[in-house]
T-cell receptor
């Protein structure tokens, strides 16, 4: 069965820490992997990854995809309380899109 | 503000009833997607329409249906509602054509449905 698994389920860090969130997938006909940040409202788009080994970067956030090992990581450096959110990974394959369960990140001041 | 609008914001109804959720995409976007987010199921893709035609289908129940109108707004119809249908329903839009988007999707604020 096709699936998308995110880890950890949740984590709590202090401001200034660096965190790494993981997303692994087992799908056929992979097309792309998307990262979203969801606070108390709708998800907001962070990155779209289609090629292995090419890092996408936006400020303190970066992400990379490994299509051989079938996973992606999302890194957040120098975390801030505003980074507290649920981070969702989604995989587009064939004509389907499946989300992982998300990682709950809480950044304490 | 993503530019995607959804109405109503909240909806409370009883089991067995039928409701309609409405979504207006961002100006210029032709694709509309519907998602369901519940505590036990997470975020689930339901269906995509592009310029009035169905393009991709996810985990949408037979009791649910959607359509996209010539002015590109979309409606999600939920019938014979059950307690388990209580969830946050998101609409998203993108410029993409084929299948679930490899293009950026912009999410609306969601409609929270509570079935009592």
């Amino acid at each position: 069965e096709d699936k998308v698994v995110q880890s950890p389920l949740s984590l709590v860090v202090h401001e200034g820490d660096t965190v790494t969130l993981n997303c692994s997938y087992e799908v056929t006909n992979f097309r792309s992997l998307l990262w979203y940040k969801q606070e108390k409202k709708a998800p907001t788009f962070l990155f779209m990854l289609t090629s292995s080994g090419i890092e996408k970067k936006s400020g303190r956030l970066s992400s990379i995809l490994d299509k051989k090992e079938l996973f992606s990581i999302l890194n957040i450096t120098a975390t801030q309380t505003g980074d507290s959110a649920v981070y969702l990974c989604a995989v587009v394959y064939g004509n389907k899109l499946v989300f992982g369960a998300g990682t709950i990140l809480r950044v304490k001041s | 503000d993503s530019g995607v609008t959804q109405t109503p914001k909240h909806l409370i109804t009883a089991t067995g009833q039928r409701v309609t959720l409405r979504c207006s995409p961002r100006s210029g976007d032709l694709s509309v997607y519907w998602y369901q987010q519940s505590l036990d199921q997470g975020l689930q893709f339901l269906i995509q329409y592009y310029n009035g035609e169905e393009r991709a289908k996810g985990n949408i129940l037979e009791r649910f249906s959607a359509q996209q109108f010539p002015d590109l707004h979309s409606e999600l119809n939920l019938s014979s509602l059950e307690l388990g249908d209580s969830a946050l329903y998101f609409c998203a839009s993108s410029a993409a054509v084929a299948g679930p988007s490899t293009d950026t999707q912009y999410f609306g604020p969601g409609t929270r449905l509570t079935v009592l």
